[in-house]
């Protein structure tokens, strides 16, 4: 019943930016945290940046400065903003989310991912 839809992804030369989307939708009360995760070919997945519902921020060391993660609770969405690309940032990006049902109880979700290859 909750969904998860990650968009942006696509190709770009080192130094370029990107901006990835992921929309929520379903039987969601709430969601409390809302992240981006990312996996490379022979590579444990890794937190890339992670916001709260109080719009608290995290992010890896390896993209402090260059990424931006924002949400619009009225939309259930989250967006990444990715500049200064490098080639090591070639990976699947995946949308996390941890949603409290109406129920009360919380669950996390993920997104399908969504392919971002960076050139050199």
């Known amino acids: 019943q909750v969904q998860l839809v990650e968009s942006g992804g696509g190709l770009v030369q080192a130094g370029g930016s990107l901006r990835l989307s992921c929309a929520a939708s379903?039987?969601?009360?709430?969601?409390?945290?809302m992240g981006w995760y990312r996996q490379a070919p022979g590579k444990q997945r890794e937190l890339v940046a992670a916001?709260?519902?109080?719009?608290?921020?995290n992010y890896a060391a390896s993209v402090k400065g260059r990424f931006t993660i924002s949400r619009d609770n009225a939309k259930n969405t989250v967006y990444l903003q990715m500049n200064s690309l490098k080639p090591e940032d070639t990976a699947v990006y995946y949308c996390n989310a941890e949603v409290t049902s109406y129920s009360g109880h919380r669950g996390g979700y993920w997104g399908q991912g969504t392919q971002v290859t960076v050139s050199s």
């Open positions: 916001i709260t519902s109080g719009y608290s921020t």
């Open positions: 379903g039987s969601i009360f709430s969601i409390n945290v």
